[in-house]
């Protein structure tokens, strides 16, 4: 740690000026992290290309991306399914009581 630095100053702050920066952001999504992948590759020097590995790693990155959208879409799903079959087996419970 820094000497005249507080641990607890800057963490307010920035608690404060990412709840601000959060509301006036667009959702980042696969389709945006592609775009700017591409983007890269148009506009790179043909004399010095980006190094392969990085290439390799941001591949790597939307493809973890991928993932966890196809997991939180799966979830959502399944969550549907479940708040599904408590309302039958609830509303089942009553017509039998």
């Known amino acids: 740690m820094m000497p005249g630095i507080s641990p607890t100053a800057p963490a307010a ?14 959702p980042v999504d696969k389709n945006m992290f592609l775009q700017l992948l591409v983007a890269q590759l148009r506009n790179q020097d043909p004399l010095n290309p980006t190094d ?16 966890s959208v196809n997991s939180g879409q ?24």
């Not at 702050?13 to 667009?26: E, F, G, I, K, R």
């Not at 392969?52 to 993932?67: I, K, N, R, W, Y």
């Open 13 to 26: 702050a920035s608690t404060n000026s990412s709840t601000a920066s959060t509301s006036t952001q667009t």
């Open 52 to 67: 392969g590995t990085q290439f390799v790693a941001q591949l790597a990155q939307f493809q973890q991306l991928e993932q």
């Open 74 to 97: 799966d979830l959502s799903a399944m969550r549907a399914d479940l708040d599904q079959l408590i309302s039958q087996a609830s509303s089942t419970t009553k017509t039998q009581s």
